[in-house]
């Protein structure tokens, strides 16, 4: 009865594994759909957020904000996927990727290299990186599909 273990698939994520998707990424808790969480979360693992958060989060590992899922606060996080809509101050220590179905409103810290916006993502903010060896941030963008003319 209480050994059902839900697969973090079940979900309908289309990010997770993005950053890794290894065992190192086990996920350690999951707030999803039609769930709404108020307050501060700390934590260690990876989270999977498919409802909607208000608050803090911080941890050292991964947050991965799934494409229903809504976060409005403050994050400071290891490493960072959104698919779902961030609004608020972000500060990540490794990477943050920013998926096709992908929202961010708000500031972003970030070391230098470390951001990934694919194609169809929305960026409105501002962002702060880290500087690289040659003395300027780096952004990546992911390669967007060649138009087909008309």
Do not use: W, Y
Request: net charge neutral; with cysteine; charged share 20%.
């Amino acid at each position: 009865m209480f050994n059902n273990k839900k697969d973090s698939t079940s979900t309908g994520s289309k990010v997770a594994g993005l950053i890794g998707g290894t065992p190192k990424h086990t996920l350690t808790a999951l707030l999803d759909a039609g769930t709404a969480f108020e307050g501060r979360l700390t934590f260690s693992g990876t989270i999977h957020i498919n409802g909607k958060f208000t608050g803090e989060i911080s941890g050292n590992d991964h947050l991965v904000v799934l494409d229903k899922g809504t976060v409005n606060g403050e994050i400071e996080v290891g490493t960072l996927e959104i698919a779902g809509e961030v609004t608020g101050q972000v500060r990540v220590r490794e990477k943050i990727i920013i998926t096709s179905t992908g929202r961010f409103r708000g500031e972003l810290e970030a070391p230098a290299g470390s951001l990934e916006i694919h194609n169809g993502a929305n960026f409105e903010g501002t962002c702060r990186m880290g500087a690289t060896t040659s003395g300027t941030s780096r952004l990546t963008l992911a390669a967007a599909e060649p138009s087909r003319g008309k």
